[in-house]
Structures are given as C-alpha cells and as structure tokens.
C-alpha cells in the first residue's frame, strides 16, 4: 500500500509538472508572436540585459533569470520588457531550507542621454517608518503629492526640475506602479509575470513621464529634445 501511495504522488507531481510546462511553452510561443505582430524581437531568456539595471527590484538574492524579453521600438524610443525573477533561502527552526522565488514584471523605455538616478513610488509603510527614524525622502511644495509619493535622488535640483507642478498633478491622476530613472533607462516594475497588456500599459505610461521632462534638462546635457 505504501509503494502504490508513493507511485500516485510521484505521477501526480509528473503531471503538474508537465502541465507546468505546456503553459510556459504556451505562454512563450504566444509572447514570440505578439512580439513578431509588433516588429519587435523576442527572446526565451537573456540574462545578460540583467546588468543594464541597477536598484529595486534588481541586485538581491540568487538565481537572477530574465525571461520572455521583448526589444523593439515605441514612439521612437528603444524598449524592452522582461519577465525578472530571483530566489532568497531561509532555514526553519528544524534546519530545513526554503527557497523563495520572487517574480517581477520589467519594463523600460531608453532615454537620448543618461540623467541622475531618481525614483518615485507610492507611500508605503516602510517609507512611514524611514521619516519616523529620520531617512526622509525629497519633499515638495505639493504637500498631496509629498503623502502620496516618496521620491529619492541624490540630484535634489534635478529632482525638482524634473517634477515640475504639471508632472506631479499628472502622477497624482495616474494610477502607474513605481518608476525610476536608471542612468538611460526609464523603468518602472511590478510584482508578478509581465503580459502584453501591461506592456501597452506601461510603455505609454513611461513614454508620458519622458514626454514631461523639460526641454532644458536636455539641453544642458547637450542633448537634443526628442520629438514627439
């Protein structure tokens, strides 16, 4: 009786897997054509565009994969779009390990020139905590704007040339997930497996903020305003 209990677990486990399997291979071959209906280039996996990034949700854990990454071009910017996981271990009193995978969707817009780091994300507890122990954020004179969001860059000119009044009103309307300047990357990220419907979300949410940023900006950089 107990060598047939075994044999059921062992062929159960084989056919979630396997049904684990036909939905990635489903799921790829449908990102391949989507990707393919767009102009834009797809890839199962590349690992190597991991390095572009640095900051949140990026340089934690082990096993760091990117996964169903697309490339292409939107509004005349160079995009790409990837599925982002990495695992974390714990022990248990009893020494038993666990391991965690967390899984993010990514999605990025280039910018013409690189411009200082900056993020922006929605208040959460931990940013509470952080002014109650005295790590603050950037504060404006947009005192709404100052509960909803907190904003870090070491470049705090920088900071307010970007979120000028009109760009802090726009993000106060919008409902977009956190979003950060990395070097030449504009980026924004989420939890859970990205889709093509976030993908057209999030590119025309990314390509507002750099439709907002003032001429100026790149101009001092001595770079050329992109045309819209």
């Known amino acids: 009786m107990h060598a047939a209990v075994v044999i059921v677990v062992i062929v159960i486990v084989a056919v979630v897997a396997y049904l684990g399997y036909l939905q990635n291979k489903r799921r ?13 280039t797809y890839a199962a996996e590349d690992n ?5 990034f640095e900051g949140d949700p ?22 790409v779009a990837f599925d982002y996981s990495y695992q974390t271990h714990s022990t ?21 020139v690189p411009l200082p ?19 603050r954020d950037i504060e404006f004179e947009n005192e709404e704007f100052n509960k909803t ?14 979120l000028h009044p009109r760009m802090m009103q726009w993000l106060l309307d919008s ?13 924004c990220w989420d939890s859970g497996k990205v889709s093509p419907d ?8 990314l390509s507002a903020i750099a439709d907002q940023v003032p001429r100026f900006v790149w101009q001092d950089r001595g770079a050329q305003p992109p045309t819209q």
């Open 58 to 79: 990026f340089g934690r854990g082990d096993h760091q994969r990117a996964k169903n990454v697309v490339a292409g071009q939107f509004q005349n910017r160079p995009i």
């Open 149 to 162: 969001f907190n904003v870090h860059c070491k470049d705090r000119k920088f900071a307010s040339d970007l």
């Open 198 to 205: 976030a993908v057209d979300q999030q590119l025309g949410y």
């Open 28 to 40: 790829r071959e449908a990102f391949a054509a989507w990707a393919a209906s767009r102009g834009w």
């Open 117 to 135: 780091n900056l993020q922006v994300g929605r208040e959460g507890l931990f940013s509470k905590v952080g002014r109650a122990i005295g790590i």
């Open 175 to 187: 409902k977009g997930p956190a979003w950060r300047i990395d070097r030449s990357n504009l980026l």
């Open 48 to 52: 190597a565009i991991i390095g572009r």
């Open 92 to 112: 248990d009193s009893e020494g038993r390990r666990h391991t965690t995978t967390h899984q993010y969707n990514i999605i990025s817009v280039g910018l013409p």
